[in-house]
């Protein structure tokens, strides 16, 4: 499904509704551009969780927990991650298999490792349409991945 947002409000209101439809163990997988959107996405969701914590993209402690919600979230950002090795340090797996649900910034850096049951977020900005302006893929690909 495409879906376009004109502003940041409209991404983070677009992914609050994603949110709503999530499933213990479910995993979304961001995939964009520096400044695309990833972490306004995630602060929707975030929010579709009902979890009212300060959102912010945990690109140094690669991730942080948030356990106030609806259900457990557990937001990954990849983007420094060097190898799969360094993702196993993580302990990623008992976050993929776990009770919560995983958002991972980055995803396409770790594919190999992204469980097939993934959902993956593509946002692409478009400033000839506008500054704010997203166009947001969301698509569940089935790959024979793990």
């Not at 376009?4 to 499933?23: G, P, R, V, Y």
């Not at 993209?57 to 356990?67: A, L, M």
């Amino acid at each position: 499904m495409t879906f376009e947002t004109f502003s940041q409000s409209q991404t983070e209101n677009l992914a609050c509704d994603l949110a709503k439809t999530a499933k213990h163990g479910d995993i979304f997988c961001l995939i964009g551009n520096l400044g695309a959107g990833k972490t306004a996405f995630a602060r929707g969701f975030a929010r579709g969780l009902g979890i009212a914590d300060d959102i912010t993209s945990p690109t140094f402690s690669i991730i942080n927990e948030y356990q106030s919600g609806f259900m457990p979230l557990y937001h990954f950002d990849v983007y420094r991650i060097k190898s799969i090795s360094e993702m196993e340090d993580t302990g990623y797996e008992e976050y993929f298999y776990g009770n919560g649900v995983c958002l991972i910034e980055w995803a396409d850096l770790i594919e190999e490792i992204i469980p097939s049951q993934a959902v993956f977020v593509n946002i692409c900005a478009n400033i000839q349409k506008g500054a704010d302006y997203r166009e947001i893929q969301v698509e569940k690909i089935s790959k024979g991945k793990v």
